[in-house]
């Protein structure tokens, strides 16, 4: 690895858009070996901006990587049924390598029912009961993209994570939750502590820590004093503001005192993308193993 990038204030910059695009470039030579593309199917429901946004950059990340991929988009007001009915056509359909139903779904749907029809195989999102069980019994499974992005960036960037001490801030089931497996399972052996927003002197509990992660969505509410010098610093949470989007980590405040830190946008919104395009290929080999 060439000598990574610094913040002015010293700090190695955890630079997600050049790690996503060797990702993607390592998938795309994988991909041009298959005897078929893998393709990725999304769920969009509604005319949500955000979400139009995501699913753009899914499809294009996926299309660069060599893959082919279908976006079915279904209007807002689309009833359970119909919803349903067209994620089963997706579960059953043997050219479809991977499934997401792009969250949030509008607020009619039962959401959690959609989830539950994609076969863990094609849960490329690791986001169902399933995929989640799994991963917490340490079975092979599909592991969610953004957990997985952070821990891609701190192999990567080279950080020690066996015998540390890691703090996870925000215990959602999307982030929070299986990052914190992922980085206290065998094989990374951190030590972690989950905060939340009911935790007592937050600021104390991250300073006793090697690697702070924040996925909150409070823009920054990270600050220098949450950090102790030479600790690595990912800020996962997204607010938007007048400036445009932040993240949780007050970046100009930590980044002279944390040894490493992400950027915010351009640390782990790429590598969220990339891990989903990741995690289609290995669907991929999955389900042509057999």
């Keep these: 690895m060439s000598e990574p990038k610094r913040t ?24 041009a070996g298959l005897s078929s593309a893998p393709c990725l199917a999304t769920v969009l429901i509604g005319d949500d ?22 976006n079915e988009s279904l209007p807002r007001d ?14 059953n359909d043997p050219t479809v390598s991977g499934i997401i139903v792009q969250q949030p779904v509008p607020e009619h749907l039962d959401g959690e029912a959609l989830l539950a029809l994609i076969p863990f195989e094609k849960d490329v999102d690791g986001l169902t009961i399933t995929s989640m069980g799994r991963l917490l019994r340490g079975l092979d499974s599909l592991v969610p993209c953004t957990p997985l992005g952070v821990m891609r960036l701190l192999e990567h960037y080279g950080a020690n994570i066996a015998g ?31 905060a939340h927003s009911r935790t007592a002197d937050l600021a104390k509990v991250c300073r006793e820590a090697d690697i702070v992660v924040s996925a909150t969505g409070q823009a920054r509410s990270i600050g220098r004093e949450h950090v102790k010098p030479g600790a690595w610093v990912i800020d996962v949470g997204i607010s938007r503001a007048d400036a445009g989007i932040v ?5 100009a405040a930590v980044e002279s005192v ?28 999955r389900q042509h193993a057999r």
């Design 8 to 31: 002015a204030g010293g700090a190695v910059l955890l630079d997600g858009n050049s790690l996503r695009d060797k990702i993607i470039a390592d998938v795309r030579a994988a991909v």
């Design 49 to 70: 901006g955000p979400s139009q946004v995501y699913v753009r950059n899914k499809h294009r990340q996926a299309q660069l990587a060599g893959m082919t991929s279908r």
């Design 164 to 194: 540390r001490r890691a703090v996870v801030v925000g215990r959602s089931s999307l982030v929070g939750m299986p990052l914190a497996v992922l980085l206290a399972r065998k094989g990374a052996d951190a030590t972690v502590t989950i």
């Design 247 to 251: 993240g949780d980590v007050d970046f």
């Design 258 to 285: 944390a040894a490493a830190i992400t950027p915010m946008p351009g640390g782990t919104g790429p590598m969220t993308v990339a891990c989903l395009v990741e995690n289609t290929l290995t669907a991929w080999r």
């Design 78 to 91: 689309v009833s359970q049924r119909d919803a349903e009915a067209l994620v089963r056509s997706l579960a």
